[in-house]
């Protein structure tokens, strides 16, 4: 069965600094990966998904199948990147979404 | 345009009472999920509705737990008999297609509060 593991609940991090989210998946097919972002007071988004290769808000993430990673960086965090981050798997046959349990970042002035 | 509307925004029963959560999707998005959101578990799956296809609903959690979703639209996911542990935000979203090709818009949830 599918699976994502987000190892951080809470990251903090100083604005200006870089910062690295951590996502790790485990699917026995061609995963297909996501990252959604839900802002306070704001509903749950779509930040980026791997196979259109962007860069959203200066947020990258790479697809490292041999590690079986889809980590989220920015070089420089920016105080409204303070948000819950979500890292998603979609199976192969597109039926849904599998999320890790979130991580909450926080961007100190 | 609007998005995802969900009713109750919060919801307060009594253990053993049923309650009936409901989502309004975009208009013209053809597949439905269903997820509960609880603290320290993430975004759990619940149920999947994709046109006239039949449902996934291989992530309700019992069978006090079921969903429907009228004419292609409407959503109503039902909760008999409600427990405590069944307290938790529980979000539907939608989307013009399966959800790997296109993304899912989600509503701000509703609160369930078990007493």
């Known amino acids: 069965a599918q699976r994502v593991t987000q190892p951080e609940k809470l990251l903090s991090v100083f604005k200006g600094a870089p910062v690295e989210l951590k996502c790790n998946y485990s699917y026995s097919g061609s995963p297909e990966l996501f990252w959604y972002v839900q802002y306070s007071r704001q509903r749950l988004q779509l930040l980026l998904r791997?196979?259109s290769r962007e860069s959203i808000k200066g947020f990258t993430a790479d697809l490292n199948k041999g590690e079986t990673s889809f980590h989220l960086k920015k070089p420089f965090a920016q105080e409204e990147d303070s948000a819950m981050y979500y890292c998603a798997l979609g199976e192969t046959s597109g039926s849904r979404l599998t999320f890790g349990e979130g991580t909450q970042l926080t961007v100190n002035p | 345009g609007a998005g995802v509307s969900q009713s109750p925004s919060n919801k307060v029963t009594e253990k053993g009472k049923d309650v009936e959560l409901r989502c309004d999707p975009i208009s013209g998005h053809t597949a439905l999920y269903w997820y509960r959101q609880s603290l320290g578990q993430g975004l759990e799956f619940l149920i999947y509705f994709q046109g006239n296809s039949a449902p996934d609903k291989s992530g309700l959690p019992s069978d006090r737990f079921s969903a429907e979703r009228t004419g292609g639209s409407v959503s109503t996911l039902t909760i008999q008999r409600t427990q405590q542990e069944d307290s938790a935000v529980y979000l539907c979203a939608s989307s013009l297609g399966p959800a790997t090709g296109s993304p899912l818009h989600f509503g701000n949830g509703t609160r369930l509060t078990v007493t």
């Open positions: 791997h196979i």
